[in-house]
């Protein structure tokens, strides 16, 4: 016969409410977890899916995702003529905030370097690629957009050809697919009376330019679009990805690419370093730190549980030490109940968890190996916390059975 399974069974119900208690507040240690899992993720996200070998980004910064990085369109032909080279691409990325059916809609914008790019890679739930230059989006499933539905951003609507899944910024905003072009429109979407007062400004300074003054048809290309201004340099991108041929070494073209004194260069494995040393940071310590005093309060609460348990048995306890039975038996109806309590709470944790999680805002991924962690945990804490509960069980005195 088993004592701690016949206790439980005898107080049934207080046990199910111990468990599901100790169960709620492991599934917060797990969430908590889980929740670091996923910032790594989605920071190293678009580093591992894009599959650059090398990012050529503005000189001493340490952009484009850990900061804002603007270097000149024309790097990606300078990039491409470097020896080991097989091929560059634009990479253009920034983040937005409009307002759909009413609600505030963030959106991580990112250009595909058409028609090298068309979003190939991605891993789509429904529809297509990119199949033109302009006015098409491949929307992540957490934007909420369907296929065929408008956005309208800037002065231009987007149709949405596709929808892919997972793909979620640092910042945890669904992450949007334009070709660089239609991102660089929307990042420098100018309003048109913005622009108006800009060219009144351009004709207001070059009627006092002595050039303008001897040439007066030169004050008529004030008024063009800035796109048809041969001076007007093109519009900055964020970076540029290099992909390195087979066979040639990537440090030789780094340390090539890295002389140029305009630019900085990081290799996929340094630019994903820099995230997690950087914005992810202080969210892991945050979230570890958290960890810790969770852990330490399941613990103190499964202690004074067992102790509360246990004083509730002092009267079984001394009938058993008095028909003699050996402390052995004492202790394993201890210990065998925290470990049943802990176990328990552990499953119930892991089950109600995986049934919220996906509907938290943020992802929360539940690694095996993190969950391996915890029930380690979770055993050595039903050890320890059983200590008070059997330190006062070894103080009960046979004769309290006859009190």
Do not use: C
Not at 105 to 113: C, D, E, H, P, Y
Not at 207 to 232: G, K
Not at 275 to 296: A, M, Y
Request: glycine share 10%; proline share 3%; aromatic share 6%.
């Amino acid at each position: 016969m088993n004592l701690a399974l016949k206790d439980i069974r005898h107080s049934s119900g207080r046990f199910a409410l111990t468990a599901v208690g100790i169960g709620m507040l492991l599934m917060v240690v797990m969430g908590m977890g889980g929740i670091y899992r996923g910032v790594v993720e989605d920071a190293t996200l678009l580093i591992d899916r894009v599959g650059a070998d090398l990012w050529v980004v503005q000189r001493n910064t340490r952009g484009p995702f850990a900061e804002q990085s603007r270097v000149s369109s024309n790097l990606v032909y300078r990039a491409a003529a470097v020896p080991g080279v097989q091929s560059s691409r634009e990479f253009v990325y920034h983040t937005i905030q409009r307002q759909r059916n009413g609600k505030p809609l963030r959106i991580a914008v990112l250009g595909l370097s058409w028609p090298t790019d068309k979003g190939g890679w991605l891993s789509l739930t429904a529809g297509r690629t990119l199949g033109q230059a302009h006015y098409e989006v491949i929307a992540d499933e957490t934007l909420g957009l369907k296929i065929g539905e408008q956005l309208t951003l800037g002065k231009e609507k987007y149709t949405v050809v596709g929808t892919t899944n997972n793909m979620i910024s640092s910042g945890g905003d669904g992450i949007a697919f334009f070709t660089v072009t239609d991102a660089q429109a929307i990042q420098f979407d100018t309003p048109g009376e913005a622009m108006r007062l800009e060219r009144e400004a351009r004709e207001s300074r070059g009627s006092r330019f002595e050039q303008a003054i001897l040439q007066p048809e030169m004050l008529e290309n004030a008024w063009r679009p800035s796109s048809q201004l041969p001076a007007v340099a093109r519009p900055q991108i964020s970076a540029v990805m290099v992909t390195i041929s087979p066979g040639a070494e990537v440090n030789q073209v780094a340390e090539i690419i890295s002389g140029w004194g305009d630019v900085s260069v990081y290799t996929a494995d340094g630019q994903r370093e820099l995230l997690l040393q950087g914005s992810v940071e202080k969210v892991r310590r945050q979230i570890g730190l958290f960890r810790v005093l969770l852990t330490f309060i399941a613990a103190i609460i499964m202690a004074l549980i067992l102790y509360t348990l246990t004083l509730d048995k002092i009267h079984s306890i001394a009938l058993l030490k008095l028909i003699g039975a050996p402390n052995r038996v004492i202790l394993g109806l201890i210990l065998q109940q925290a470990l049943i309590l802990g176990m328990v709470g552990f499953v119930i944790g892991y089950l109600v968890g995986s049934q919220l999680f996906p509907m938290f805002p943020r992802r929360v991924i539940l690694a095996n190996s993190d969950l391996l962690q915890l029930a380690g945990i979770v055993l050595a804490i039903s050890i320890l916390s059983s200590l008070l509960g059997i330190w006062k069980a070894m103080k009960v005195s046979p004769n309290e059975a006859l009190s």
